[in-house]
């Protein structure tokens, strides 16, 4: 069983990556091997929109995205987090999205698979926190991960979204966001094992 946990936050210890961090030790405490990707670590230009994609399926800008790609397409399942700016995910995080426009562009230009219908799809778990206390303030994200994860044939199986967090430690003064976090990665694998 293999996993990509992708850590969007541009902080190391922040929120979210503590929460990504629980959520891998709950999947691999479940015997699942998962790989860790930090995205302002990779180098990945945005989208540029020039479609070279329309040819072959695939993106045209050489950089770390054949890396994350490939690494998605392979995976079992999916975690990702992501801090809320705005009412949406990171800025790293949506450059990502963005570059799978060509995954998007394959699975339904060229190969002209049924818009949104994926059979079997992979299960996907998405993390998030926000300062703000909206009652909109992960609908955008949401919406966004959904669309995203369907790219790689993956569906949002569950999303753990957390308000009122801002400051980079203030997750550790919820210990018990951290443990249904962990539990999630181990429920995830079992939904792999379905």
Known sequence: MKI?????????QGNTSRLLKSAVAGARSAGAEVTEIVLRDLKLSPCLEIYACR????????DD???LSATLLAADATMLASPIFFYTVSA???????????LWVKKY??????????????PGLFLAAGASCGTQLFAGAKMSVKYFFDTFATSLWRSLTYRGLDGADEILEH?????EARQAGVELVEQIQC
């Open 4 to 12: 990509t946990a992708i850590y969007g936050s541009p902080r190391r």
């Open 55 to 62: 040819k072959t399926g695939s993106c045209a800008i050489k």
């Open 65 to 67: 995205f054949q890396y």
């Open 92 to 102: 790293h995080t949506k450059i990502m999205m963005d570059r799978c426009q060509s």
């Open 109 to 122: 230009w060229l190969d002209k698979q049924p818009l949104g219908r994926s059979e079997n799809p992979k």
């Open 175 to 179: 210990p018990e966001y951290l443990e």
